[in-house]
């Protein structure tokens, strides 16, 4: 079965630090991968997704993400975070083969001021 | 253009009894898919609608079902509520999935006494 891992389930950060989170997943075709970003008490948004093309796909908000296929991953990162970004993080994956988008565990990221 | 629509936006109801939860999805969306969100879950996938038939189910008990009107807004009904139960049910609506991904609602939270 298709699984996504995000294997940091709590990051905590001060301002300005550099973030990367990571993300893999288990299937052997051809995906599309997203983030998504939960911000305290609102929903669930879209942050970047990668369909095609350059594996280094900008996403709102400074942040970005970088596809490695040999790798299986999909690491989210921003050069420096602000308070502003405390939420919690999710890698989710699909291709044409799959009825729903497959969502990884999450993470909470915790931006100190 | 208005997003995907919950309600309500808590419910609190107590063991045994039953619960309903409603979804509009973004006009010109056909298919819907509910997600609980318990703390320290993630995102469990709960069911799939797409032009007003289940497509698929995660691994639920019988007790949640619901069904997708030819509006193609939804119901989520959860029967013989138990404790656990007690999370944030969560509403997203796709045109292309594969492309797109989804748009999520904001949820429902529901508790169980």
């Known amino acids: 079965a298709q699984s996504v891992s995000q294997h940091n389930h709590h990051v905590i950060l001060s301002e300005a630090a550099s973030l990367e989170l990571g993300c893999n997943y288990s299937y052997g075709g051809t995906v599309n991968l997203f983030w998504y970003v939960q911000y305290p008490g609102q929903h669930l948004q879209l942050l970047l997704k990668y369909f095609s093309g350059d594996p280094l796909v900008k996403g709102i908000k400074g942040f970005e993400a970088e596809f490695i296929k040999s790798k299986f991953s999909f690491n989210l990162r921003k050069p420096s975070v602000q308070w502003s970004d405390t939420a919690e993080y999710f890698c989710?994956?699909?291709?044409?083969?799959?009825?729903?988008?497959?969502f990884g565990t999450g993470t909470r990221l915790l931006v100190s001021p | 253009e208005a997003g995907v629509t919950q309600s309500p936006t808590h419910l609190i109801k107590t063991r045994g009894q039953q619960a309903t939860l409603r979804c509009s999805p973004i006009s010109g969306h056909t298919s819907v898919y509910w997600y609980q969100q318990a703390l320290g879950l993630g995102l469990q996938f709960l069911l799939w609608?797409?032009?007003?038939?289940?497509?698929n189910r995660g691994n639920f008990p019988p007790r949640f079902s619901g069904r997708q009107f030819p509006n193609y807004s939804s119901e989520l009904n959860v029967n013989a509520l138990e404790l656990e139960d007690s999370a944030l049910y969560l509403c997203?609506?796709?045109?292309?999935?594969?492309?797109?991904?989804?748009?999520f609602g904001s949820g429902t939270r529901l508790t169980v006494v």
């Open positions: 997203a609506s796709s045109f292309d999935r594969v492309k797109y991904g989804y748009t």
């Open positions: 609608y797409d032009e007003g038939e289940e497509r």
């Open positions: 989710a994956v699909i291709n044409t083969g799959f009825q729903k988008l497959v």
